[in-house]
């Protein structure tokens, strides 16, 4: 088994609204008031909110971000909510289903009408192999017999899924990073066409299939 060291990573995740929440459309101390209060248990105050787009006439360009320390954000629009964590740790991302509920919770209350088409979760990263090089990794993983004359071919793949057990929908692609020398880019993304989700559940289960689907390809995630 091919470690994974990381060098950089990014999880993310999109709920987008099957309607608009028009409720709360003009609503600036609504929206602010009920996120600091949300976010309270993770010491948001006033200060942690930046309003973005509000000299935009278009409802899509309005934002109120909410910032967790230096890697994480959470961000209310009026199509969708967002959360994203960068370079982050096994802490940070432990954090990030309570941040996601607490979020939802909110809104919910706010809006009761409320629901959601889809949700969505990506995680990216750039990492080096434990063992020897990216050419060699690849080279298991991606099965051609396309020649090139004068050179060697370099290529990635991106593999396209639909889970058996719960239908979710999901891409991995494993790839050469522009960014770690002799290192790896990994992209695994899911899609869930749900209203409503218990968090925790499902983090613990896209780590496990992601886990699992490396594994299948003699690949794990580590951490040094």
């Known amino acids: 088994m091919i470690g994974l060291v990381i060098e950089q990573n990014q999880v993310s995740y999109t709920g987008n609204y099957a309607k608009p929440p028009f409720k709360l459309w003009g609503q600036g101390g609504t929206i602010l008031s009920g996120l600091c ?9 006033l200060a942690h909110l930046r309003v973005e787009g509000a000299g935009s006439q ?7 971000n909410v910032a967790f320390g230096t890697k994480g954000i959470y961000r209310f629009r009026f199509d969708k909510v967002e959360s994203t964590f960068v370079n982050f740790t096994d802490e940070d991302l432990d954090m990030l289903p309570g941040i996601l509920a607490a979020g939802e919770d ?15 979760i990506q995680y990216g990263s750039h990492s080096r192999p434990s063992e020897g090089t990216i050419d060699e990794l690849l ?36 790839d ?16 869930i066409s749900a209203d409503r ?8 289960g896209a780590r ?17």
């Open 208 to 224: 496990s299939l992601l886990d699992n689907r490396l594994g299948q390809l003699g690949l794990s995630i580590s951490t040094a």
């Open 197 to 204: 989700l218990n968090f925790r559940e499902v983090a613990a």
């Open 37 to 45: 209060d949300a976010f309270g248990s993770f010491n948001v105050t």
């Open 58 to 64: 278009s409802p899509l360009d309005q934002a109120v």
């Open 139 to 174: 080279q298991r993983v991606v099965k051609t017999d396309l020649e090139i004359p004068g050179g060697s071919l370099k290529a990635g793949v991106i593999l396209k899924w639909i889970e058996p057990e719960n239908g979710w929908v999901v891409q991995m692609t494993l």
């Open 106 to 120: 909110w809104l919910r209350k706010a809006v009761p009408e409320l629901r959601f088409q889809s949700h969505q």
């Open 176 to 191: 050469y990073s522009q960014f770690v020398e002799n290192g790896l880019f990994l992209w695994f993304g899911i899609t």
